[in-house]
């Protein structure tokens, strides 16, 4: 059983459009996201008890140090960017409305999310059902992780005017930057 594909079929099958590069970053960003979450909030069973919630950079203090080294949301949010400015200048080839283009940004992000949230509030109901207001803290930590997509979000919305301000060259980070205080 195969779990990931052949790289000439990956390949074959990306778009002209796509840049692979940023595809990549904001791939594996995402991957030390999600293990780095894995640092903060661990659930473990005691015996005879009810579920808890430790953090891994807590019982072993060594790992804190990961922390600096692994932090990827500047990349995720540069690279989004990135990928969005293309897919934006593409709409406006396209002759792509912003309300349409925007709104499929968004689905994009709220399918995982809902499926998340989906399980979470499954695996909630089943938790609390078992050991009631004792999961609470669990429970809690849900959406905890999801703070950057309301953030990302508005700056994907802000994306279309900075690149008219720049002229639809996202090059220079000091015009990008000032950009973003005048929106």
């Known amino acids: 059983m195969k779990v990931l594909p052949n790289v000439s079929q990956v390949a074959e099958n990306t778009p002209e459009h796509r840049d692979r590069i940023v595809d990549a970053v904001r791939g594996v960003s995402l991957v030390v996201v999600v293990f780095g979450h894995l640092l903060l909030a661990v659930v473990y069973w005691p015996p005879d008890d009810p579920p808890r919630l430790g953090s891994l950079m807590l019982a072993y203090p060594w790992t804190q140090v ?3 080294i692994l932090q990827v949301m500047p ?3 540069a690279f989004g960017g990135a990928a969005n400015a293309r897919a ?3 709409a406006r080839q396209t002759h792509t409305s912003y309300s349409t283009w925007m709104w499929g940004r968004i689905q994009r992000l709220l399918r995982p999310v809902t499926i998340y949230l989906l399980v979470g509030a499954a695996a909630a109901w089943i938790t609390a059902a078992i050991w009631g207001d004792m ?8 959406g905890v992780q999801l703070w950057f997509l309301g953030v990302y979000i508005v700056t994907t919305a802000l994306l279309p005017r900075c690149l008219d301000s720049m002229g639809s060259t996202p ?3 000091r015009r990008a930057s000032s950009c973003c205080c005048r929106a």
Do not use: E, H, M, Y
């Open 66 to 68: 990961l922390t600096w």
């Open 171 to 173: 090059t220079c980070s």
């Open 75 to 77: 990349l995720f949010f």
């Open 135 to 142: 999961v609470a803290p669990l429970l809690g930590q849900l």
């Open 88 to 90: 934006w200048i593409r």
